[in-house]
Nanobody
Framework: VQLQASGGGLVQAGGSLRLSCAPK????????LAWYRQAPGNQRELVAR???????DYADSVKGRFTISGDFSEKTASLQMNGLKPEDTAVYYC?????????WGQGTQVTVSS
């Protein structure tokens, strides 16, 4: 685990959380940053990603509610999550990609109550 993710927690539906991710050690030149999530019984899925040019992509289920940002010089990423829904409940993982490697954080739990 080369990345440290934080910011998860328990929130009511409609609430907001902000996740943050930072490297625990040197990981080289980062070209892309992303957040994934995995709910119990489901496969890990891409939530949002940003590349070094600033292009962003979002899963359809979070468009208009989540915003990813990244600082490629510091190799940090954030995910602002607004309008949270119970179906957003999952463990959220940050990911940083270099030319040759992909690094992961340990995951942070997000639980949204109805």
């Amino acid at each position: 685990v080369q990345l440290q993710a934080s910011g998860g927690g328990l929130v009511q539906a409609g609430g907001s959380l902000r996740l943050s991710c930072a490297p625990k050690r040197s990981i080289g030149l980062v070209m892309r940053l992303a957040w994934y999530r995995q709910a119990p019984g489901n496969q890990r899925e891409l939530v949002a990603r940003i590349n070094a040019t600033g292009r962003t992509d979002y899963a359809d289920s979070v468009k208009g509610r989540f915003t990813i940002s990244g600082d490629f010089s510091e190799k940090t990423a954030s995910l602002q999550m607004n309008g949270l829904k119970p179906e957003d409940t999952a463990v959220y993982y940050c990911n940083a990609g270099t030319t040759f490697q992909s690094y992961w954080g340990q995951g942070t739990q997000v639980t949204v109550s109805s």
